[in-house]
């Protein structure tokens, strides 16, 4: 077994933990309760350098502070996860704990008390080179803050302290010769407990990993105004579990002056894994949801796959739309049991 499989079952086991998490077991369980260093079975990460940076906001402003490692000879052995409080026989610390470097790995380290990413908008940019063999970038989150909108997506999210830490592995777009790399993001407030949160950026970061290139969103939702009511809620619960969503409300800046014939065509038709079709007399009555619905069939007429999943408030009957085609009643369903439905579809499609 490769070590990128190794680390695959591993990353699909905190996904688990995580719906634990969300399914309100008995113990609110997070991946560091069972991935130790050492255990066998769990790599450490061997990029040739690191970086790890702590965010924290000063007058408003945000700076950073941190450490640069680099190796002795070929790559360093860089470990994610440990018992909270102790430091692995043979490694140190690095950020205040939030990873560790097996020492005989180490050659360099550096520490840079304070330096200020750069700002692009409401962004947040960080750009360094990167050799061959890889860069492993550690953030640490200002206090009560999230990531929002990070490119490229992280590899993994944890708890760390009382933040929300992430890591990326980073590598030259040429592996024989090293070459600039960046990472973007936003910041938002925490609006959920931090195990929760964490457990929805790993969801997210899963959900990412089973898009295809070409395909933003998760879930598109198609419904008509006159139910926005409900689907408003499903949508807002979706987003916070982790869930890319096509929302025209969560949209209004992309949507602004754009030709929403060609731009819809596109999202119903090649930029979602799977479109929620919110079926009722009023869909069946407008003209954009009739071309909404149009453009999600010929996407599942082409692929000859569930693409399109029906969500009935009614009866109504829709052209193209089989009566065998199985669909889930929201009579007496919430928009919170719909959106886990949702979650679970997703988790378990293999697309």
Not at 19 to 25: A, K, T
Not at 60 to 85: N, P, S
Not at 224 to 242: F, H, I, M, N, P
Request: proline residues 5%; glycine residues 6%.
């Amino acid at each position: 077994m490769s070590r990128a499989d190794e680390r695959r079952i591993w990353f699909r086991i905190g996904i688990n933990l995580a719906n634990d998490i969300f399914g309100g077991g008995v113990k609110r369980r997070c991946v560091t309760d069972v991935l130790q260093p050492g255990d066998e079975g769990m790599p450490p990460e061997e990029p040739y350098s690191l970086i790890a940076v702590q965010l924290d906001f000063a007058n408003r402003e945000l700076q950073c502070r941190g450490e640069r490692v680099v190796a002795a000879d070929q790559f360093l052995r860089v470990c994610w996860y440990t018992t909270q409080g102790s430091i692995p026989k043979d490694y140190q610390s690095v950020l205040g704990g939030v990873v560790f470097v097996h020492k005989p790995s180490l050659g360099t380290s550096i520490s840079f008390p304070s330096l200020a990413p750069t700002i692009r908008g409401d962004r947040y940019a960080w750009r360094d080179v990167v050799q061959p063999s890889g860069l492993m970038y550690v953030m640490v989150l200002p206090q009560a803050h999230t990531i929002k909108e990070p490119k490229p997506i992280p590899t993994e999210a944890k708890k760390f302290e009382d933040r929300v830490a992430l890591f990326w592995l980073l590598y030259p777009d040429e592996r024989h010769s090293a070459s600039s790399v960046a990472v973007e993001w936003s910041l938002s407030p925490l609006r959920q407990s931090l195990d929760i949160e964490v457990a929805s950026i790993n969801r997210a970061i899963f959900f990412a990993s089973k898009r295809e290139r070409k395909t933003d969103y998760d879930i598109a939702l198609s419904f008509a105004g006159e139910d926005r009511a409900y689907v408003d809620q499903v949508a807002s619960e979706l987003t916070q579990k982790g869930v890319r969503v096509f929302y025209d409300e969560f949209e209004e800046d992309k949507l602004w002056g754009v030709d929403l014939y060609e731009y819809l065509s596109e999202i119903y038709q090649k930029r979602a894994r799977f479109t929620v079709m919110f079926i009722s007399q009023r869909y069946g009555e407008k003209l954009w949801t009739k071309f909404e619905r149009k453009a999600a069939q010929a996407r599942a007429f082409s692929e000859s796959r569930e693409y399109i999943l029906p969500a009935r408030f009614d009866d109504t009957e829709l052209p193209g739309m089989l009566p065998t085609t199985g669909y889930i009643r929201l009579t007496g369903r919430s928009p919170s049991s719909l959106a886990e439905l949702i979650i679970k579809k997703l988790e378990s499609a293999d697309i």
